[in-house]
T-cell receptor, first 113, second 115 residues
Framework: NAGVTQTPKFQVLKTGQSMTLQCAQD?????MSWYRQDPGMGLRLIHY???????DQGEVPNGYNVSRSTTEDFPLRLLSAAPSQTSVYFC????????????FGPGTRLLVL | GESVGLHLPTLSVQEGDNSIINCAYS??????FIWYKQESGKGPQFIID?????DKRQGQRVTVLLNKTVKHLSLQIAATQPGDSAVYFC??????????????FGKGTKLSVKP
């Protein structure tokens, strides 16, 4: 299994540009989530999904959209990038009934100029 | 609001010594707690978890202690090795009718192991 994969690894955007961060898992996990990590802070939940077709907001959802059309994929969209969205983004997944073991991807480093 | 925090932002220990990383939480309704290890440039890696109805759980070289009276969580690492150098996060979560609950992470403690 590849586990949780994220692309791209690095991205530089200009303010106002849009982009999609990709996340995929091959473990047939029901639950997937997106976090952002800023310097000196822990991870903060952006959006999550408990299964295909179901998404919900986390702690910091503003400026981000998600969709879950398949079990494997959970893309995160930035509609109009802002410098405040400069961060490292992590995708995670877990079995629906196994809340503890969330598997994290390697992260996407995003810089918004 | 609810928060999960850490008492010590940095911890430096000698190789072979035991390490103790602390975490305070404020949500008494949390159902479980997790410790993650994050190495530089990588995503968090699950270490160990504990449910709210337990006060101690042991893994390989690691022990997590939960004190619900004072809302305190700790991670003990025995015989700390250079490979243990990383940032350690505690996180808390709640079960919602059997479905995944959201994790709330603390800010992290950086553990440095001196050879």
């Amino acid at each position: 299994n590849a586990g949780v994969t994220q692309t791209p690894k690095f991205q530089v955007l200009k303010t106002g540009q849009s982009m999609t961060l990709q996340c995929a898992q091959d473990m047939n996990h029901e639950y997937m989530s997106w976090y952002r990590q800023d310097p000196g802070m822990g991870l903060r939940l952006i959006h999550y999904s408990v299964g295909a077709g179901i998404t919900d907001q986390g702690e910091v959802p503003n400026g981000y959209n998600v969709s879950r059309s398949t079990t494997e994929d959970f893309p995160l969209r930035l509609l109009s990038a802002a410098p405040s969205q400069t961060s490292v983004y992590f995708c995670a997944s877990s079995y629906g009934g196994d809340q503890e073991t969330q598997y994290f991807g390697p992260g996407t480093r995003l810089l918004v100029l | 609001g609810e928060s999960v925090g850490l008492h010590l932002p940095t911890l430096s220990v000698q190789e072979g010594d035991n390490s103790i990383i602390n975490c305070a939480y404020s949500n008494s309704a949390s159902d479980y707690f997790i410790w993650y290890k994050q190495e530089s440039g990588k995503g968090p890696q699950f270490i160990i978890d504990i449910r709210s109805n337990m006060d101690k759980r042991q893994g390989q070289r690691v022990t997590v202690l939960l004190n619900k009276t004072v809302k305190h969580l700790s991670l003990q690492i025995a015989a700390t090795q250079p490979g243990d150098s990383a940032v350690y996060f505690c996180a808390e979560g709640m079960n919602y009718g059997g479905s995944q609950g959201n994790l709330i992470f603390g800010k992290g403690t950086k553990l440095s192991v001196k050879p």
